[in-house]
Each structure stands twice: as structure tokens, then as C-alpha cells.
């Protein structure tokens, strides 16, 4: 059984750009969520979809979005890079929506902004 | 406040002796989720153990067992008979209500162990 696929796995762009990340959930999980990692703030929540509807967001700027497609899969856009977005950004699923479901956690996409 | 604390930035072990990880939380919410994620130089997160609130007996996994002392707050991941492959950066996290998916993290321990 496949794991979490996250795409690409390294990117750089410059102040300005803005970006897509990809997110492949494990076959049949319907939630996905989304982390950024950084060095200074550690692993915080930026948001989670259940069957194409956003259910919850973190603290992040509007520049931060996200969505779901019908087959699970989801991306994150974040526009207006800023040097402080650097970060590895990690995508989890889970089959329900359950508290007790356990996230799965792809290797994330890591992101540098010159 | 905090509500996932790890005092521990960096821990050693020896290969084969036992280890605790320590993490103290901090909630109103009756309803939470305790979870333990180990995070080699990879990337992934990999779950290794769950605790709810409502459960009795401590969560054991394999090596891997949570001292959940619930009055207290902490839920420590004790790691037995430790391998060199245990050496990563260890994070507990809680979800707290029902129906959030959300994780608190900590800010992790790096666990290094030393044969």
C-alpha cells in the first residue's frame, strides 16, 4: 500500500514567487492536513480537508491556501513568498475524521525562498 | 501557555538500555488524544504510539510503551531494548476535542543512540 506522496520533495524560488505543493493521500483516506516545520516555530497546523471542504485552519496569513480535489488529492499555494516561509511542509492523512484516527505523514516537500 | 512541552532538546542512550522521553501537556478539554511521532533525518513522521483520555490502561506499542499519568498532565514514551535505528527526533502531539484533526506538537527531542 502506497504511502503519503508529496511533490516535489525540494523547490527553491525567490521572494515573490509563489508556489504549489501536491499531496497524494493513502488510497481510501479521505482527510488530509497540512503542517509547516520550521527551525524557529517547530511543526504548526496551517489546515485540514475532509472530502473537498476545508474543516479547519490554523494561524497563517491569507497568503497560505489550500483545496481538495474529489480523489482526495490535495495541494497548498502559498503566494508572496517571504524568506521566512522556508520550511519543510508536511502533509498527513487519515481515513476518517475520527479524534482517534492516527495521521499518516508523507516526507514532506522542503522549501527554500532566496 | 504551552500546551505540548518536551524539556528535552537532546537525549543519549546506549544501544540496548531503556529510555524515557518526556512530555507534559496542558488542556481543559475532557476529550484529547495523545500521540508520539519519531522523525528521522528523512522527513517522515512516523506514528508510534496513541493515548486517550478516556482510556484506562497505558498504550504500549512493540518497544514502545506511554506512561500516562493523567493528573499530572504527562505522557512519557518509554523506549525498551533501544536499536541505533532509534536514533531521530522524537515529538509527542495532542488532539484535543472530538472531530479536530488538528496536532499540537512539541518541539521535539533528538534521541541519539550510542552503540
Known amino acids: 500500500k502506497a504511502g503519503v506522496t508529496q511533490t516535489p520533495r525540494y523547490l527553491i524560488k525567490t521572494r515573490g514567487q509563489q508556489v504549489t505543493l501536491s499531496c497524494s493521500p493513502i488510497?481510501?483516506?479521505?482527510?488530509v492536513s497540512w503542517y509547516q516545520q520550521t527551525p524557529g516555530q517547530g511543526l504548526q497546523f496551517l489546515f485540514e480537508y475532509f472530502s473537498e471542504t476545508q474543516r479547519n485552519k490554523g494561524n497563517f496569513p491569507g497568503r497560505f491556501s489550500g483545496r481538495q480535489f474529489s480523489n482526495s488529492r490535495s495541494e497548498m499555494n502559498v503566494s508572496t513568498l517571504e524568506l521566512g516561509d522556508s520550511a519543510l511542509y508536511l502533509c498527513a492523512s487519515s481515513f476518517t475524521s475520527q479524534q482517534t484516527g492516527e495521521l499518516f505523514f508523507g516526507e514532506g516537500s522542503r522549501l527554500t525562498v532566496l | 501557555a504551552q500546551k505540548i512541552t518536551q524539556t528535552q532538546p537532546g537525549m543519549f542512550v546506549q544501544e540496548k538500555e531503556a529510555v524515557t522521553l518526556d512530555c507534559t501537556y496542558d488542556?481543559?478539554?475532557?476529550?484529547?488524544?495523545l500521540f508520539w511521532y519519531k522523525q528521522p533525518s528523512s522527513g517522515e513522521m512516523i506514528f508510534l504510539i496513541y493515548q486517550g483520555s478516556y482510556d484506562q490502561q497505558n498504550a504500549t506499542e512493540g518497544r514502545y510503551s506511554l506512561n500516562f499519568q493523567k493528573a499530572r498532565k504527562s505522557a512519557n514514551l518509554v523506549i525498551s531494548a533501544s536499536q541505533l535505528g532509534d536514533s531521530a527526533m522524537y515529538f509527542c502531539a495532542m488532539r484535543e476535542g472530538t472531530g479536530r484533526r488538528a496536532l499540537t506538537f512539541g518541539s521535539g527531542t533528538r534521541l541519539q543512540v550510542q552503540p
Open positions: 488542556t481543559s478539554d475532557p476529550s484529547y488524544g
Open positions: 488510497s481510501g483516506h479521505r482527510s
